[in-house]
């Protein structure tokens, strides 16, 4: 006798429900997504879900918990496309992409199981709401510190170079020393927790955290957070997925159409300056604020 398959696995395969559009229609606005979103990833090193998530949301009306989750599953295939295009450029620094990765999975179990209990501890509305508050707040804060211009702390030393919380390592591609080992995986505890709890990649996050905390440059703090999405996305899609928060015809049709966009982003970022690849990730971010402000707002009218 065969067991019983559980609901979870069968959702994977099914078309997510959705308000904006179904069958056919669905599948190429989600590819048009898709490519969008992978231009993004290889231009500024971000999973893409920072903007993909609340459009999803918003614009074509799938469930906030399906989106979470399938997003994560989605970044593994746009992070594992625009790590290789980076390594090849040599804009990756091997060791801190490992150390902040393993604080990232271990953060990003963490933050599925916390969504789980949030979703049943609020009503629908009210989670909504919630979660688009929390990108709000992300996108707000992201903008700012990657819009501004880096300031060297004493001596030119970064942040967690500077704090006291031994023992240290170096970061031999970045050319740095001495920085905090505890610091690079509280770090990445933190931001695994976002991922799992939001759904984005950590580009998001780790871009201005890996220009202003660890001290990388413009172009390795792309390739890097690259790196730490793709293994901390592989942890928390598998989380997820026990939840029931993971379509895989969804997530197919993202990868679809964003591996060719990942390609050309990256082909981009080698022709931007880093004064100016910051600023436009900024202005990006910002952007994508201001659509979340307005919905939450037309939720108070």
């Given at each position: 006798?065969?067991?019983a398959?559980?609901?979870?696995?069968?959702?994977?395969?099914?078309?997510?429900?959705?308000?904006?559009a179904?069958g056919w229609?669905?599948?190429?606005?989600?590819?048009?997504?898709?490519?969008?979103?992978?231009?993004?990833?290889?231009?500024?090193?971000?999973?893409?879900?920072?903007?993909?998530?609340p459009?999803?949301?918003?614009l074509?009306?799938?469930?906030?918990?399906?989106?979470?989750?399938?997003?994560?599953?989605?970044?593994?295939?746009?992070?594992?496309?625009?790590?290789?295009?980076?390594?090849?450029?040599?804009?990756?620094?091997?060791?801190?992409?490992?150390?902040?990765?393993?604080?990232a999975?271990?953060?990003a179990?963490?933050?599925?199981?916390?969504l789980?209990?949030?979703?049943?501890?609020m009503?629908?509305?009210?989670?909504?709401s919630?979660?688009?508050?929390?990108?709000?707040?992300?996108?707000?804060?992201?903008s700012?510190?990657?819009?501004r211009?880096?300031?060297e702390?004493?001596?030119?030393?970064?942040?967690?170079?500077?704090?006291a919380?031994?023992?240290?390592?170096?970061?031999?591609?970045?050319?740095?020393?001495g920085?905090?080992?505890?610091?690079l995986?509280?770090?990445?505890?933190?931001?695994?927790?976002?991922?799992?709890?939001l759904?984005?990649?950590?580009?998001?996050?780790?871009?201005?955290l890996?220009?202003?905390?660890?001290g990388?440059?413009?172009?390795?703090?792309?390739?890097?957070?690259?790196?730490?999405?793709?293994?901390?996305?592989?942890?928390g899609?598998?989380?997820?997925?026990?939840?029931?928060?993971?379509?895989?015809?969804?997530?197919?049709?993202l990868?679809?159409?964003?591996?060719?966009?990942?390609?050309?982003?990256?082909?981009?970022?080698?022709?931007?300056?880093?004064?100016?690849?910051?600023?436009?990730?900024?202005?990006?971010a910002?952007?994508?604020?201001?659509m979340?402000?307005?919905?939450?707002?037309?939720?108070?009218?």
């Open positions: 006798m065969m067991a398959v559980p609901d979870w696995f069968g959702d994977l395969l099914t078309l997510p429900p959705a308000e904006l179904e229609a669905l599948l190429v606005l989600l590819l048009g997504l898709g490519l969008g979103i992978g231009v993004l990833t290889g231009l500024f090193g971000v999973g893409g879900a920072f903007l993909l998530n459009l999803l949301i918003i074509v009306g799938i469930p906030e918990t399906m989106v979470i989750g399938s997003s994560l599953s989605f970044t593994i295939g746009t992070g594992a496309g625009g790590t290789a295009r980076h390594m090849r450029n040599r804009n990756v620094e091997f060791r801190s992409m490992l150390l902040l990765g393993l604080g999975v271990v953060g179990i963490l933050g599925a199981d916390v789980q209990w949030l979703k049943g501890a009503d629908a509305v009210t989670f909504e919630f979660i688009l508050s929390l990108y709000l707040g992300l996108l707000l804060l992201t700012y510190l990657t819009f211009d880096p300031k702390g004493a001596h030119g030393k970064s942040l967690l170079q500077r704090v919380l031994p023992p240290r390592v170096s970061l031999p591609g970045a050319g740095l020393r920085v905090s080992l505890p610091g995986l509280l770090v990445g505890a933190v931001i695994g927790v976002a991922k799992g709890l759904g984005i990649g950590g580009g998001v996050l780790f871009m201005p890996l220009l202003l905390v660890v990388l440059s413009a172009h390795q703090a792309v390739g890097t957070s690259l790196g730490v999405v793709l293994f901390s996305s592989i942890a899609t598998i989380q997820h997925a026990t939840h029931g928060n993971v379509n895989l015809v969804l997530v197919m049709s990868v679809v159409g964003s591996s060719v966009g990942v390609q050309f982003g990256a082909h981009l970022c080698e022709r931007l300056n880093a004064r100016r690849l910051r600023r436009s990730f900024a202005g990006i910002f952007l994508a604020a201001v979340i402000a307005a919905k939450l707002a037309s939720k108070l009218i």
